[in-house]
């Protein structure tokens, strides 16, 4: 079955100190990972997009690894400005039509990060 | 510029009123999309547009009705809702449609929709 967990479901943080989130996925031919950060009453922001086990992309702060079962964000020296839920979604295929493979991104839980100051 | 936007922010209606959603991107963007958040869970897809034209539907009662009056605009006509139809209610976009490839969707802040 095709499915997204992630875990923890909450981390808190002092400043500075350095973990990572993970996300695993079972899925058939994956199309795609993405990490996404949303502000309580906001929409989600787009982060990374993967696709290859052994890719990494970074951006400030945020490290996002996939391997061919999970992914990791990492978040090094964090800040309280990162306090945040961090999402993780991924391509899951639906249907086919007319020769084309239709698809839909389906989101984990999240995971809510607070960071102290 | 990776902007959608949405409005209202905010809306409150009745259980018998008629009310419209709008989102709107100028990214050129291919595919269209409303998902439903509930609070303390994370987006769920109502609907994807792609070249203007209905792609998926998962299964959203018929009191939702979808409207893509061209590449750039999106709108979810509301009629009839329940009170537990109330949530955030987001937009979104990506390059590609779904049968193209999957690429990144850029949300838009959403619209938090209150049934009474």
């Known amino acids: 079955e095709d499915q997204v967990t992630q875990s923890p479901e909450a981390l808190r943080l002092q400043e500075g100190e350095s973990s990572s989130l993970n996300c695993s996925y079972t899925v058939s031919g994956l199309r795609g990972l993405f990490w996404y950060r949303q502000d309580p009453g906001k929409g989600p922001e787009f982060l990374f997009t993967?696709?290859?086990a052994g890719e990494e992309k970074e951006k400030e702060r945020l490290k996002a690894t996939l391997t061919k079962k999970e992914s990791f964000l990492h978040i090094t020296a964090p800040k309280p400005e990162d306090s945040a839920t961090y999402l993780c979604a991924v391509h899951f295929p639906l249907f086919n039509a007319g020769g084309t493979s239709y698809g839909k991104l389906t989101f984990g839980q999240g995971t809510i990060l607070t960071v102290h100051p | 510029d990776t902007e959608v936007t949405q409005t209202p922010k905010h809306l409150v209606m009745g259980m018998t009123n008629k009310k419209s959603l709008k989102c709107e991107q100028h990214m050129g963007h291919r595919a269209m999309y409303w998902y439903k958040q509930k609070a303390k869970k994370p987006p769920e897809l109502m609907f994807v547009?792609?070249?203007?034209?209905?792609?998926i539907n998962e299964s959203v009662p018929s009191r939702f009705s979808p409207e893509c009056p061209n590449s750039s605009l999106l709108n979810l006509h509301l009629h009839a809702l329940q009170p537990e139809d109330s949530a955030l209610y987001l937009c979104?976009?990506?390059?590609?449609?779904?049968?193209?490839?999957?690429?990144?969707?850029?949300f838009g802040p959403g619209t938090r929709l209150t049934v009474t």
């Open positions: 993967l696709y290859s």
């Open positions: 979104a976009s990506s390059r590609h449609s779904p049968g193209q490839g999957q690429d990144e969707q850029y």
């Open positions: 547009y792609s070249y203007e034209k209905l792609s």
